[in-house]
């Protein structure tokens, strides 16, 4: 199954309070932080969400 490679590349400091929630339940937590998850559409909603603070990879 295709993963997705998601890393934040900018801070959270004057976000909304839902997408610094996002962001953690990504388990993103400071600026270069990289996770991979699973390319489902709840992480893609999540993804969605804070697509303005994260740049996303597909990975196989």
Known sequence: MAQLKVQQKKSTIGCKANQRETLRSLGLKRIGDVVVKED????RGMVQTVRHLVTVEEVE
Do not use: L, T
């Open 40 to 43: 489902r559409p709840e992480i």
